[in-house]
Each structure stands twice: as C-alpha cells, then as structure tokens.
C-alpha cells in the first residue's frame, strides 16, 4: 500500500488564537478570580464579549477595576444612555457613495474591508454600525472604479472592523488591484489586532506590505499595560521595512484619564517603536456615556501632558464631528461641540 504524505494544512497562530477568543463572560471572570459579587455585568448580545486570552493575561487578577478589563465587559451602565447619546453619532451613512467606502475628509477614504474585530471595545463608536448591509465582501469593482474617478484622493485608510481580520491571501489580492490605481500613493491601516494577537504580523503579512505604497500602520492602544514585548518585537519587523507605526487611543474615565497613565502610555509606546498619533475624545454612541470625560478636564489633562513630556509624545486631542472635514482639535472646540 503506497501512504500518502500526510498534508496539514496548518491554520496560522493569530487564526488559532482567534478561534480560541473568549466569548463568555463568566469564564472571563473566572479566569480572573472574580466573582459574581465583585463586580456587575450584563450579557450584550448585540455587541458580545469578545476578547483574545493573550489580552486577558494582561488584565490584573481580582482586581473589578482593572483598565483593560473595563474595555471589554459589557456593565449595566451601558443601558443608562440619555439621548444625547446615538446609535449614528458621526451621522456617516451620509458619506457612503459605495458599499464599504466613506469619503468624508477630501484627500482620502476609508475602507471598511472586513466588518469583525478580534476585540469588542464597549466604547465602540461602530457598536451600531450596520457592517452586514455594508461589507463589500470581496466586490471590491463598485470601490475600485470609485477611486479611479476621484484623482484627488491619494491615500486609502483600510479601516474596519480591523482589515488585518483579512487574511493574507485577501489583503495581497485587493493590495494588487489598488496598486493600479497610479494616484493612491498613501496606503493606511487602523488595527487593533497585533495589540490583541500579536502573532498577526506574519511573515506572509510582510511580505504584502512590501509594495509601492508608502504606508503607515495606526495601532489602538489606550493603556499601558496592553503592550508587551511581542507588540514591540512586530513593530520593529514592520519599521524595518520602511513602515512607520503610530497609535490612537480614546480618553476614556476610569480607563486612562489622569496624567501619570498617559504618560505612561506615550513613553510605553514610543518604547515599543510606535508614536503617540491621536487621543480622541469619546463619540456620543449610546452604552458608552459612562466613559464621558468634561471638556475642562480633556483641557487640564492636556496641559499637563504638553508639560511632562517631550513634545513629540504628546498625542493630538481630537474630537470627531458629524460635518466637519477633518478632526477638530481640543483647542478650537466649542463646549456644545465637544458634547455632541
Ligand atoms: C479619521 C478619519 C480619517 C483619517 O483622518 P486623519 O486625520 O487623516 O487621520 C479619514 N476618514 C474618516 C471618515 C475618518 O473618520
Ligand atoms: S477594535 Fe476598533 S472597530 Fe473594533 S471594536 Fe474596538 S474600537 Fe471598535
């Protein structure tokens, strides 16, 4: 009898991982050495608990407080929204001219390439957003002749969900298409997924970032203790190549509002090869007002940031509007525009 080679076709690590994501929150808990009386929950099933292990071994044990635990489990908080807080606070179905395509800001667009993340922020300002109706799936002709009669755009922002949930294979073949597209010279990422799993930076990965594009990848990362050395040792992969890596976070209370933690942040990152890009302020999207910080202490915080580090690691405070064409910084925003 002739054996056949035994074949294994052998799924990456960062799918492993996504696969063994935890979706439970009582096994979450457990994990964690928390019980039912340490701390409220609720289940969500519109917007689920979704988080790696790899994220949940950050989190300190016992501790109902902990930052990184706050992002992810969903409190009964998030049901006590007043009106001012939307489902569609960024009003973005407006600047949809094609399915999985916004073009709001003149000079780019955003991509929503896939419609799932490998984490579920609570804060979310997507929480609502209707991917399902929305995905281009892999119909990407409708973008693509889009792009081509718009010569004013000259950078992509592959958005999501998290477009490196893509996988390799699919990443390279929308990357060839675009790349004939001669006015795109800017290619852009916003992942929080080599935060969540690092093993995402493969090599393949490497491999399809090395093309014409000038890139930049934006991380998300609102703490500190989410980096570990594994973030740092992908950054250092993707920098060789050219690639410059900034991060995002969101300025959230109870989270990461007070000075001595941003701080921390900005030198943590800039530590693990990455520059401190934007500090959002918080979208009004209903479950999240329980994060809301007031305009006076953004201010404050802001000030004693400019003041403690050097000026390259403080992040650009920005706030989000509905009709503006780029983001507003703190400095220049009205009190009723800072709450919309
Ligand atoms: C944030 C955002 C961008 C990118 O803005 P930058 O200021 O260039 O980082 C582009 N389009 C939309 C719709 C955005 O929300
Ligand atoms: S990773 Fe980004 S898009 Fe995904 S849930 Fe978190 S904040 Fe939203």
Redo the contacts with the bound molecule.
């Keep these: 009898m002739i054996t056949q080679p035994l074949v294994l076709q052998q799924q990456p690590d960062w799918q492993q991982a996504l696969r063994q994501m935890i979706t439970d929150p009582t096994t979450l808990l457990q994990m964690l050495d928390l019980s039912e009386k340490d701390i409220a929950w609720q289940w969500d099933k519109q917007?689920p608990l979704?988080v790696s292990e790899s994220f949940v071994r950050r989190m300190r044990k016992a501790d109902p407080n902990d930052p990184l635990l706050r992002q992810v489990l969903s409190t009964p908080e998030e049901s006590h929204s007043s009106n001012k807080y939307s489902t569609d606070p960024l009003q973005e179905a407006r600047f949809n001219p094609v399915p999985g395509l916004l073009h709001k800001y003149p000079s780019r667009v955003l991509i929503t390439l896939t419609s799932?993340?490998?984490?579920?922020?609570r804060?979310?300002?997507?929480?609502h957003f209707p991917y399902k109706k929305n995905n281009p799936g892999r119909q990407w002709d409708a973008i693509f002749s889009y792009l081509e009669n718009q010569p004013d755009v000259f950078e992509v922002i592959l958005?999501?969900?998290?477009p490196l949930m893509a996988s390799d294979k699919t990443l390279s073949a929308f990357l060839q298409e675009l790349a004939k597209i001669r006015h795109i010279e800017l290619l852009r990422f916003?992942?929080?997924?080599p935060v969540?799993i690092p093993e995402r930076i493969t090599s393949t990965l490497l491999a399809t970032l090395d093309n014409r594009f000038h890139t930049t990848i934006v991380y998300?990362i609102n703490h500190a203790r989410e980096l570990i050395p594994q973030i740092a040792e992908g950054v250092a992969k993707i920098r060789k190549q050219g690639i410059q890596v900034l991060n995002q976070s969101?300025l959230l209370r109870d989270i990461n509002d007070n000075v001595e933690c941003l701080k921390n942040l900005s030198l943590a990152l800039f530590k693990s090869g990455i520059m401190p890009y934007y500090l959002h302020m918080l979208d009004k999207v209903a479950g999240s007002e329980h994060f809301e910080i007031s305009l006076a202490k953004a201010q404050h915080l802001q000030q004693a940031l400019r003041e403690s580090l050097p000026g390259y690691l403080v992040p650009k405070f920005v706030k989000e509007l509905p009709n503006a064409f780029c983001k507003i910084p703190l400095e220049t925003l009205t009190v009723s525009q800072f709450e919309s």
């Design positions: 917007f979704r799932s993340c490998a984490i579920h922020c804060y979310c300002f997507r929480r958005s999501g969900g998290d916003h992942t929080r997924l969540v998300h969101v």
